[in-house]
């Protein structure tokens, strides 16, 4: 599976983006599909995740409410909606799919095989 994200950019605080992240190769119907992002000089962070077969979206704490992470299997599309944004949320935002990962372990990077390439979203103040 090949991933690429897109749709980040240089929003306001306040402003809104939706992020997406399309798969090509094969479908990941049945995979986990999450978003991380990495500011400059920080380690890379989960974000948000939906698990392999249906079940509720995972987020970290400081995202929610603001953040959604939906996915279109008919179209192999992930999307981050992506609200209220604030200039901590900067980062480069990455789409990661893995088929066999667990619901507990959908927060960890080095669980997730495959990766987009990141794409920018820089918040001004």
């Known amino acids: 599976v090949q991933l690429q994200a897109s749709g980040g950019g240089l929003v306001q605080t306040g402003g809104s983006l939706r992020l997406s992240c399309s798969a090509s190769g094969r479908s990941f119907r049945g995979y986990a599909v999450a978003w991380f992002r990495q500011a400059p000089g920080k380690e890379r962070e989960f974000v948000a995740a939906?698990?392999?077969?249906?079940?509720?979206?995972s987020y970290r704490d400081s995202v929610k409410g603001r953040f959604s992470i939906s996915r279109d299997n008919a179209k192999n599309m992930v999307y981050l909606q992506i609200d209220s944004l604030k200039p901590e949320d900067t980062a480069v935002y990455y789409c990661?799919?893995?088929?066999?990962?667990?619901?507990?372990?959908?927060?960890?990077?080095?669980?997730?095989?495959?990766w987009g390439q990141g794409t920018q979203v820089t918040v001004s103040s």
């Open positions: 939906l698990p392999r077969t249906g079940g509720r979206p």
């Open positions: 990661a799919a893995d088929p066999s990962i667990i619901t507990s372990s959908m927060g960890m990077a080095a669980q997730y095989d495959y």
